[in-house]
């Protein structure tokens, strides 16, 4: 369309609007009968001729270009009104040094022993367990019906308690122990006792060759392969020549 006709349809459209005539800032210094954006908004001009200043808007979807002097589509026209500067990212601050806080002085510290004292207290080893007990001494009891076997006493109550490694349970000691080191009544063939939920090894009184097997009160005698003879303290059959067999027995 030629500008003369732009210009035309402005003019007649600012007629239509009937605006009372009035002083716009926006057309300070601005020569008259000149088109100019408004300072509301993108889609209002300002028609400048002095004292009959008018001010117009665009159809709706359309700005006012400033360039053109006339309106078209909100999308071809770069508004004023658009160009609102982002706030740019702060600039992050310098981390500050922090400097640790002096500890506070305490008292030196103490060196630290070089030797511990280790309470040694040798376990007593009762015929029965007492009702209470006492926090400073271990209370045990020995089994009558097994050599490895004894009781830890605890509120009265015996709690039956297992020596490894085929150890037997010394009662001067209150430890496990060789059996060579320990008198133990059920270890003489000639006393002891196959109980019905025992199982134990005996070794033969006269012949060390042999020893008997113990299990749920039944006592068997078994023998030893040739040139092996029953070892007491192993409580298995090794070579006869190395083996600690029972008091007087005869190695054959």
């Known amino acids: 369309m030629p500008r003369f006709l732009v210009y035309l349809c402005l003019v007649l459209l600012l007629w239509s609007f009937q605006i009372a005539a009035d002083h716009f800032d926006e057309c300070d210094g601005v020569d008259d009968e000149t088109f100019v954006q408004s300072w509301e908004n993108c889609q209002s001009y300002v028609y400048c001729q002095g004292e009959d200043s008018l001010k117009g808007e665009c159809d709706e979807g359309e700005y006012f270009d400033a360039e053109t002097g006339g309106c078209d589509v909100a999308a071809n026209v770069q508004c004023f009104l658009d160009e609102v500067d982002e706030p740019a990212d702060p600039e992050p601050e310098p981390e500050e040094e922090v400097t640790p806080a002096t500890p506070r002085p305490t008292d030196p510290p103490t060196e630290a022993p070089t030797e511990v004292d280790i309470l040694n207290i040798a376990p007593v080893v009762k015929p029965n367990c007492p009702f209470s007990d006492d926090p400073s001494q271990v209370i045990l009891m020995a089994s009558n019906e097994s050599c490895t076997n004894y009781f830890l006493c605890y509120h009265g109550h015996a709690m039956e ?92």
């Open 161 to 252: 308690m297992h020596c490894t490694n085929q150890l037997y349970f010394n009662s001067l000691t209150g430890q496990c122990d060789y059996p060579e080191k320990v008198q133990c009544a059920l270890d003489d063939p000639r006393s002891h006792k196959c109980l019905p939920h025992m199982t134990e090894f005996f070794p033969h009184p006269d012949n060390c060759n042999y020893f008997y097997y113990c299990i749920k009160g039944f006592l068997t005698l078994q023998q030893c392969p040739f040139y092996y003879g029953w070892d007491i303290e192993r409580r298995s059959c090794v070579q006869i020549g190395v083996a600690k067999c029972y008091g007087n027995s005869r190695r054959t």
